[in-house]
């Protein structure tokens, strides 16, 4: 990656894999919930200045860079260690700022900017070695009734056990990134229409639907749920520019990055049950492009709402 900036979700491929980045597992292939597990479970450093300081691990990945959902997963956790128990995540915006390393831990700082009656406000600072790596704050409310109402979730969508998974659309590949896209991640990932892994099949169109879920149960904490959905939402989430474009993860000279990340929590749900995030890129310029996405539950609640944009660039013909 040319840009300074930590690789996206799917951009485990974003420009075409080395095999010589990063390479070995260090810890062999464990159970990859396991490892989200523990990549959320922080360490709480014991010391008091003005800040609350934790520490975690770094996933390892197959290109070297850590994921941008994991680093924005652990950021919240780290918010909702300071944070009231009354009081649930919903909204966090993030803007990723230097890329990180995947064989280092990262250092958590979290300011608690503000407790009122109702909200608390927390802002998470991200550091390998001293530099930040991101810098993200995060909103909390005691659970409130008001008005209601959401965009249903669109009809006439396949089911998700009729969709193929990552592992079997990458079936016979034999590359390091794509053994990792399709058994290695803590989501089972399954692309109404075609993925875009290594081609782009059908129309050219900025939106697509991709049904997920945690590959394996998680523990029952909402929180550790709400953390894992952010972790899951930096997944594909700029694949509609990609879409709109022809371009797979793997186009020659493709380069792709998280900038920022937004989100707002609307409903709680499991994410080891079966999610439908719907995504739609409403425009692309100057070598960026946002995508929005809206994850739904299966029964048609509307879980959460997310907007990226990402550093898009190609080469130039």
Not at 140 to 161: S, Y
Request: a negative charge; glycine letters at 8%; zero cysteines.
């Amino acid at each position: 990656m040319t840009d300074s900036r930590i690789v996206p979700a799917s951009a485990e491929g974003a420009s075409a894999p080395r095999r010589d980045a990063n390479p070995g597992r260090p810890d062999g292939a464990p159970d990859p919930v396991a490892g989200l597990l523990a990549a959320l479970d922080l360490t709480d450093t014991g010391a008091r200045t003005s800040e609350d300081i934790y520490t975690g691990p770094s996933q390892w990945m197959p290109q070297g860079r850590v994921f941008g959902g994991q680093v924005l997963a652990q950021s919240l956790v780290a918010a909702m260690r300071t944070t009231p128990a009354e009081r649930f995540v919903h909204s966090l915006h993030g803007y990723f700022l230097r890329p990180g390393d995947a064989l280092l831990p990262i250092t958590f700082s979290v300011d608690r900017i503000h407790d009122g009656r109702s909200f608390s406000t927390r802002r998470t600072q991200a550091y390998q070695e001293g530099a930040p790596i991101l810098s993200m704050i995060a909103s909390f409310q005691v659970v409130d009734e008001g008005l209601e109402h959401q965009i249903d979730m669109p009809a006439d969508l396949p089911d998700p056990e009729s969709v193929p998974s990552a592992a079997e659309a990458l079936a016979g590949v034999d590359h390091p990134v794509a053994r990792f896209w399709a058994t290695e991640r803590p989501f089972d990932m399954r692309h109404i229409s075609s993925p875009v892994f290594l081609t782009v099949n059908g129309a050219h169109v900025a939106h697509q639907a991709v049904w997920l879920k945690a590959v394996s149960k998680l523990p029952d904490d909402p929180n550790l749920h709400r953390a894992a959905l952010a972790y899951a939402s930096d997944y594909s989430i700029l694949e509609p520019i990609f879409r709109r474009h022809g371009l797979a993860w793997v186009t020659p000279g493709l380069k792709a990055a998280s900038l920022d990340h937004a989100m707002w929590f609307h409903r709680y749900g499991r994410v080891d049950e079966w999610m439908l995030y719907v995504q739609e890129s409403p425009n692309a310029i100057g070598g960026r492009g946002l995508s929005l996405g809206r994850i739904y539950d299966r029964a048609g609640r509307l879980l959460a709402s997310v907007a990226q944009e990402g550093m898009v660039r190609v080469p130039r013909p």
